[in-house]
């Protein structure tokens, strides 16, 4: 159960968390600074905060719950990532870093226009502020669980929280938090699985293996084979789209060079390989030791959700519980707030900039954003507490199936339109409609003996096979007719205005334009050691935990989380007194104006003209 110790470990957490926004504050001069940090982050922070924000509380909830029902087949999920990352590295990264803008959002208007930006500023406003309920109601779940706290209550709490941090800092703060936090998400969830397969119910790997039900390895006893690949090739898709279209360029904007964009694949390309590993045992091993879940949490409206955190408080010590809830809020706060900021930028950028204010001065903007960001999430704790009252499925079903039907039509054309450019700027919104009509096609029309037929199933399918049938279709029937529809539009590209073809060629050549490293190198050392001293102060605080009475393992514990995060923040403080000691003299500060102005400015005169344009 939850001690006095959790309760001062989440509340030092909680403070914690609110330093780094105010640490960081000074650093957002300008919007450039609050929504990317300047393009001038180094790789492993970037890296580190792209992989964190792919997932979050979900990760051991509905992901959990998930893997509690049906084992290893909740890898497609993960492993789907493996393969968009994989793209991402080898083409994707350095063109998102080239599009050298401050938003993606800019980047749609550059390759599609006006009315494309706007369209969909208006529509993935509204979509970002769902999906950041659906992803606070992960947490509240978790954190419901272990306090038996009122949801609604909890989400109120939780959401305040995350958005005094991201109105604090910005995009500087995120990405700070985000680093301390993927160490912690990391070691704590080591030691969850490693102290999971050390129950004797559960007798270690060999044990898991043999006691954990067989259906877990062997797939077609959970759905019929053609359902299993149809689900799976189609999550897989969703994470190639996820990583691969315009709005994933958000944490490639914030590096410093072409090196640096790729370089910062590396983290979550390994994290998405390793990490499902580890989350995946204590799950596994809940079916062993938790059977009954469904009495066990009777109050949840997905008992199966709650299976890392009943494994969790059967085998933390005291104190480490409370650690791994800071993990999980950290994991969630890093997801929403990252959200936030991209809607908060969204809206700045491509509706108040260019339709409300088009004249406002950067201190103007910066202000607005700051203020957006409050407005924008006390609407995101209003439809997470909506959501918690009204969703009837798990949130794995309920976020694969909104990735599917909203974010699939909208990404679709942002990921078409990236690689491919000859067609008119009417082919994006227009393929998101098209692809939208099949969505809903497929959700309203297609019947259960539909997908009985076409699987040539001798007996009805059941409930689980019918709702991943409706993803598969879904995915399948947008893909198809949407990208079919895209490349038709196609005919029209040389009928289109000659502006609106300079401007695609231009974007294209821009993104065939290197940039090099730049950044102040005392801006450099100031990261270096504040993120250092960030480090050494909370791996401090885990270490003196030590003091906290359990047993050698559960001090051992304490140690592992503590020294990781302590030792690391003493390599980074390191560093930075070493960059001190070589700077002689103050670099020629590469200016980011271009970047704030570039969508409003011909786009030949800065890959041509511009001196400074291998800088940004």
């Given at each position: 159960m939850v001690s006095r110790y959790d309760y001062f470990i989440i509340v030092f957490y909680l403070l914690f968390i609110l330093a780094v926004g105010l640490i960081f504050r000074r650093l957002s001069k300008n919007t450039s600074d609050y929504f990317r940090a300047g393009g001038a982050m180094p790789w492993w922070i970037t890296g580190a905060s792209a992989w964190i924000a792919g997932f979050s509380a979900w990760t051991f909830t509905g992901a959990a719950g998930k893997m509690y029902e049906?084992?290893?087949?909740?890898?497609?999920?993960?492993?789907?990532?493996?393969?968009?990352?994989?793209?991402?590295?080898?083409?994707?990264?350095?063109?998102?870093?080239?599009?050298?803008?401050?938003?993606?959002?800019?980047?749609?208007?550059?390759?599609?226009?006006?009315?494309?930006?706007?369209?969909?500023?208006?529509?993935?406003?509204p979509l970002l502020l769902f999906l950041g309920g659906v992803g606070l109601n992960a947490i509240g779940v978790f954190m419901s669980s272990v306090f038996q706290v009122d949801m609604t209550t909890m989400l109120i709490v939780l959401g305040t929280v995350i958005t005094i941090v991201a109105f604090a800092g910005g995009a500087w703060a995120i990405l700070a938090s985000d680093f301390v936090q993927m160490i912690m998400v990391v070691t704590i969830t080591l030691v969850v699985a490693y102290l999971a397969l050390q129950q004797p119910a559960v007798g270690g790997i060999s044990g898991l293996l043999q006691q954990a039900p067989q259906a877990h390895f062997r797939w077609s006893d959970l759905a019929l084979p053609g359902v299993i690949t149809a689900w799976g090739i189609a999550v897989m898709w969703q994470k190639v789209l996820d990583t691969n279209n315009l709005e994933a360029s958000t944490m490639y904007l914030m590096s410093r060079s072409d090196r640096d964009a790729r370089r910062m694949v590396l983290i979550p390309l390994i994290g998405s390989l390793i990490g499902p590993l580890i989350w995946l045992i204590p799950p596994m091993a809940a079916t062993i030791t938790q059977p009954n879940l469904a009495a066990e949490y009777s109050y949840l409206k997905a008992p199966h959700e709650a299976a890392f955190v009943a494994v969790s408080m059967d085998v933390l010590p005291k104190g480490l519980l409370g650690l791994l809830l800071c993990a999980m809020l950290g994991a969630t706060l890093t997801s929403m707030d990252a959200g936030l900021n991209k809607g908060v930028?969204?809206?700045?950028?491509?509706?108040?900039?260019?339709?409300?204010?088009?004249?406002?001065?950067?201190?103007?903007?910066?202000?607005?954003?700051?203020?957006?960001?409050?407005?924008?999430?006390?609407?995101?704790?209003?439809?997470?507490?909506?959501?918690?009252?009204?969703?009837?499925?798990?949130?794995?079903?309920?976020?694969?199936?909104?990735?599917?039907?909203?974010?699939?039509?909208?990404?679709?054309?942002?990921?078409?339109?990236?690689?491919?450019?000859?067609?008119?700027?009417?082919?994006?919104?227009?393929?998101?409609?098209?692809?939208?009509v099949v969505a809903w096609g497929v959700k309203f029309y297609l019947t259960p003996a539909h997908y009985q037929w076409l699987l040539g199933a001798a007996h009805p399918l059941s409930d689980h096979e019918l709702t991943d049938m409706l993803l598969a279709a879904t995915v399948f029937g947008t893909v198809i007719v949407g990208g079919a529809w895209f490349f038709f539009t196609g005919l029209f590209y040389k009928s289109s205005p000659p502006k609106y073809r300079q401007q695609v060629d231009e974007f294209f050549a821009r993104m065939s334009t290197p940039v090099e490293k730049h950044g102040v190198a005392d801006l450099q050392q100031m990261v270096y050691r504040r993120l250092g001293t960030l480090c050494l102060v909370f791996g401090a605080f885990v270490l003196l935990l030590m003091l906290i009475p359990n047993g050698f393992q559960g001090r051992m514990c304490f140690l592992f989380v503590g020294g990781t995060i302590t030792g690391i923040g003493a390599v980074l403080y390191t560093l930075s007194k070493r960059i001190e000691e070589h700077i002689t003299e103050v670099p020629e500060l590469v200016s980011t104006a271009s970047d704030r102005t570039m969508p409003h400015a011909p786009l030949l005169a800065e890959i041509t003209g511009a001196s400074n344009v291998s800088g940004h």
């Open positions: 049906t084992g290893t087949l909740v890898l497609f999920v993960y492993y789907g990532s493996v393969i968009g990352f994989a793209i991402v590295f080898l083409h994707s990264c350095v063109r998102f870093r080239r599009m050298r803008v401050v938003t993606w959002m800019e980047a749609v208007r550059l390759r599609f226009g006006a009315f494309t930006e706007q369209l969909y500023s208006w529509l993935k406003l930028g969204v809206f700045v950028r491509s509706l108040y900039l260019p339709v409300f204010k088009p004249d406002a001065s950067e201190k103007q903007l910066l202000i607005v954003s700051k203020l957006a960001t409050l407005c924008f999430g006390v609407l995101i704790v209003t439809l997470a507490v909506v959501v918690s009252k009204y969703r009837t499925v798990g949130l794995f079903d309920l976020s694969n199936q909104i990735a599917a039907s909203l974010i699939g039509p909208l990404g679709l054309p942002l990921i078409l339109g990236f690689f491919y450019k000859r067609t008119p700027a009417w082919s994006a919104w227009s393929t998101a409609v098209v692809a939208f």
